[in-house]
């Protein structure tokens, strides 16, 4: 079985979210399990400059956006990288300082189509696995160039960014108009371009259950609720998974000291360590952690407003991230406030996440959706207890204390600041507990499977029906 995995970050690469980690773990996983699974991003300036060896394919050529363009694909192992300096080579990858580049549609639209170029060009290729709205023109694509040969999956990792475009700019994606419609990628006067992945792929899944669920209601569907009831029939979730060895507690360079379930004295030593990092006080209360893009979705207000009462009930808390300025700017007010207590750092650094990971006792999740997650599976992995609301993937992850047998994390009922608060206060009940609680729930998480096997394997056999499925028709 041969895949072409199609996605706009990919780790170590480029990252700004967990697309970047499932792009890489993923298609690892999957070729151990003897499929050959190839990858293919753009070639951004950051990639550009890393240095690492490109092996040039091929040269191509065709129509879109302007014109005709033109572009190279390189590779590097398994992974392709395609290339065209007017669009990749510039810093940031969606946007740059907070505001997103006017050009993206044409972007992606050219990278969807030199995706379409490759799985051509590659021997062989059985189905092509498409990605959020930046490669969700690719089953378009296949389907105005009657190319029937490739099975079509596509997965939407978040249903709140869609890709939507102003009309006006439907020519340069060289698209027949009749596409244009409000069955097709039409969506109240403009352009959906995840619409397009969702109506023409073979299959749709999302990243856990629960979200598959959910945004087939109007609460959660982001207006395609409809669309997404309709096409129920080749909707799937697959929860993601995590890679065990990037986020191993054993075997982490970034980290003060490696512990496991076995021995957790190397946790104490990480705690300090970041404690030590944000300037923190020495403190033996509870240490409480959030790593994560600053956006509404995350809940990030509803810790804003519950923080003065957090601190003061004697927890003490670390925040990393970047996002929407209002957000940042509450946190960095708050910790000139708490110096001691409160420690946020504004920016993105994956070593420092790592760190934060080890070292907290509990982690912050009080998502308003999310649709899988991969913050709270990291934290299980590493011993620290996820706070965390009941939607998409959190709820398909974590089993909460009172929930069920083996909890692995704390309930935020809804996402509320009073909801947010009395779970932050079950967590600081429980990290004194004087009956061993807290360890009981630490071992839970840690045993708990997080790792892609399952899931990959649930992959595998959604490829083969494809496969089989087109197989027979032809
Ligand atoms: P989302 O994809 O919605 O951003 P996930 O929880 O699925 O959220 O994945 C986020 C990934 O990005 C995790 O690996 C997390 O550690 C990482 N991450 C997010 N923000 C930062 C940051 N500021 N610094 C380092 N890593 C970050």
């Known amino acids: 079985m041969r895949v072409l995995f199609c996605s706009s970050e990919v780790v170590p690469f480029a990252k700004t979210g967990g697309l970047a980690d499932v792009s890489s773990a993923l298609p690892d996983e ?57 669009y990749f080579n510039r810093d940031g990858y969606y946007s740059y300082q907070g505001r997103d580049f006017p050009d993206n549609l044409e972007r992606f639209a050219f990278f969807s189509r030199a995706c379409v170029e490759l799985a051509t060009i590659l021997e062989g290729v059985d189905l092509i696995h498409c990605n959020d709205w930046q490669t969700a ?11 029937t040969d490739f099975s079509t999956c596509y997965t939407i990792h978040n249903l709140a960014y869609q890709g939507v475009f102003e009309s006006a700019l439907w020519p340069m ?26 109506v023409f ?19 959660f569907g982001m207006g395609l609720d409809g669309l997404l009831r309709a096409v129920s029939f080749k909707l799937a979730g697959i929860v993601n998974g995590i ?30 360590d970041l404690q030590e990092r944000f300037s923190l006080e020495k403190s033996s209360g509870p240490l409480l952690a959030l790593i994560g ?18 601190i003061s009930l004697g927890a003490q808390v670390v925040v990393l991230g970047t996002g929407d300025r209002r957000h940042e700017q509450d946190l960095l007010s708050l910790s000139a406030g708490h110096a001691g207590r409160l420690g946020v750092i504004v920016g993105f650094d994956e070593s420092l996440a790592h760190v934060i990971e080890a070292g907290a006792d509990f982690f ?49 009922k809804r996402p509320t600041v009073a909801d947010l608060l009395a779970a932050v206060r079950r967590a600081c009940d429980l990290y004194q507990d004087p009956k061993g609680s807290l360890s009981a729930t630490r071992g839970n998480a840690m045993r708990k499977d997080v790792s892609w096997r399952h899931s990959a394997i649930q992959y595998y056999n959604l490829y083969a029906k494809m496969i089989n499925f087109r197989e027979r028709r032809r």
Request: net charge negative; hydrophobic share 40%; glycine share 10%.
């Open 201 to 219: 792929a073979d299959m749709v899944t999302t990243v856990s259950p629960s979200y598959a669920a959910e945004i087939q209601t109007p609460e």
């Open 243 to 272: 890679d065990i060895r990037v986020w191993d507690p054993l075997h982490d360079g970034h980290i003060a000291q490696a512990f496991s379930i076995d021995d957790l004295s190397g946790k104490a030593a990480c705690k300090r």
């Open 364 to 412: 912050l999740m009080p998502s308003r959706f999310e649709p899988c997650g991969l913050n709270q599976m990291i934290s299980m992995r590493y011993g620290t207890i996820p706070i965390v609301t009941c939607v998409g993937g959190l709820k398909d992850t974590v089993t909460a204390l009172g929930e069920g047998d083996n909890p692995t994390g704390v309930r935020v």
């Open 137 to 147: 023109l690719i089953p378009a694509y296949l389907h105005a160039l009657g190319l």
């Open 293 to 310: 893009r600053m956006v509404d979705q995350k809940g990030i207000d509803l810790v804003v407003s519950a923080m003065d009462e957090i």
């Open 173 to 198: 994606l060289f698209l027949p108009y009749e596409l244009f419609h409000p069955d097709i990628m039409e969506f109240y006067g403009h352009i959906n371009v995840m619409k397009a992945g969702i």
């Open 30 to 86: 999957l070729r151990s399990q003897g499929v050959q699974c190839d990858v293919v991003m753009p070639l951004y300036r950051s990639v550009k400059k890393s240095g690492i060896a490109l092996e040039h394919i091929a040269d191509i050529s065709f129509l879109s956006g302007q014109g005709i363009s033109q572009g190279r694909i390189f590779s590097h192992g398994p992974t392709y990288f395609i290339e065209n300096d007017l």
